[in-house]
């Protein structure tokens, strides 16, 4: 894991409006289906949830007007705003249950958190048709009952993927502070004083896109990786603002092509994550935690000693190919290329390496034609993301801190383990689940 740094530049603009570049266009503008962070940057702007995390990690309501907890925990009562889908449309509580139910029956990533609603079982497994743990009391109130206490409840409900939403003739219509102009481009409702009056998403690889900047073609540079002499170039020519951002590099095998799992962890040593990082990743600074500066739960130590178990090659039969999808937008896609085809050369495997878009490696992976994905997440991103891929998928895990990720994966996951405290994994006494 390294943790990144985040660069977002800006030119002033004498007409407030922004030209968005992207190293990859949005692919999809419903909540529930989306799974790549530039579909999820396009859908922030003209979807909201019911809360939204502010800039100290507590949830802050966005569309609820006032809420009360029970003292057992087991009731949340909600009261909504006065606010509009479009402006013959007013917000609703059945709006809420319906965007709610329908995030659970896409499954979205960590849709499971939501176990405890009563009637969950019935519900995810189409024995009834609505969620009895949502209660309609209103128009503008809603209640949602809990068979077991679950603190991290707003929380859940901030993800934009419980955005609430309404269809209509086939096209959504979201609560954000933007609408739809056009496949690439939003417009704000109404004029707020801090927002872009129109902002269109352009996609532009990293290299033009820091010339058009500088020529005043583009106005941010926020969703791309800037390394140090990128900075150089750029630092009297803009406003620029350094975030911490954790960044999370993962390579899984596809366990529906290799299934044994042996052979997927010696294809996965043999990369040398270590060396990896320092080759390819120079400019970014180690961490040995998952989880960023200011969580519950944030932990860092320079150096945490790696224990990589080799497998005895005996009998393995490893294939003699493999094809490997590096996800644009990692940063340093050619010299992981480059990485991935000679380390592999050296093992006598031969490996076709392909930098793609997320969506066609999504794609790919689902309909098993790569055998391997190299892949990233971000803070800003739910950290349950890879819930998307293969359950059986391998995720190595290799600072002692990564464990408490195991909670946000499917509990069928098979985890490739090097650390020694990675071995720990805690299960509740009720239900069995990893927490």
Known sequence: MKNSFLIILFFFCSAFTIKHPVPSLPSELNPTKANDVFSLNLIAQIHASLFTIGIDHVPMPILVNDFSVSKDQLSYHFKLKTIFFNPKRQLNAVDVKQSIQRAISNKIPGYEKLIFIEGYDNFINKKEMELKGIRVDSKLNFSILLIKPLPTLIHILSDIRFAIFIEEKNQIFGLGDYFLKGKYAVELKKKVPYLAEKVTFIKVEKKKAIEGFLKGVYDDLF????????????????????????????????????????????????????????????????????????????????????????????????????????????????????????????????????????????????????????????????????????????????????????KLLNPKSELCLRSQTDKVILKSKKDNRII
């Open 223 to 406: 969703m791309y990786q800037l390394s140090k002499e990128e900075n150089k170039v750029l630092k009297n020519k803009a406003h620029i603002q350094a975030i911490p951002s954790p960044r999370t590099y993962l390579f899984s095998i596809n366990s529906a092509l290799i299934s044994n799992k042996q052979v997927r962890s010696s294809l996965q040593i043999s990369l040398n994550p270590t060396l990896l990082l320092e080759s390819c990743f120079i400019q970014e600074k180690p961490t040995s935690s998952i989880i960023p500066p200011g969580f519950i739960g944030f932990f860092d130590k320079k150096k945490i000693p790696y224990n990589y178990e080799i497998h005895k090659e005996g009998d393995l039969k490893k294939p003699k190919a493999i094809s490997i999808n590096i996800l644009k937008g990692v940063g340093s896609e050619n010299c992981i290329k480059e990485y991935l085809i000679k380390v592999y050369k050296a093992n006598n495997i031969k490996a076709k390496v392909e930098i793609v878009e997320t969506n066609i490696a999504i794609k790919n992976w689902m309909a098993k034609k790569i055998h391997g994905m190299f892949y990233y997440l971000e803070a800003e991103m739910n950290l349950d993301f890879m819930q998307f891929f293969n359950p059986k998928s391998e995720l190595c895990l290799s600072s002692q801190t990564d464990k408490v990720i195991l």
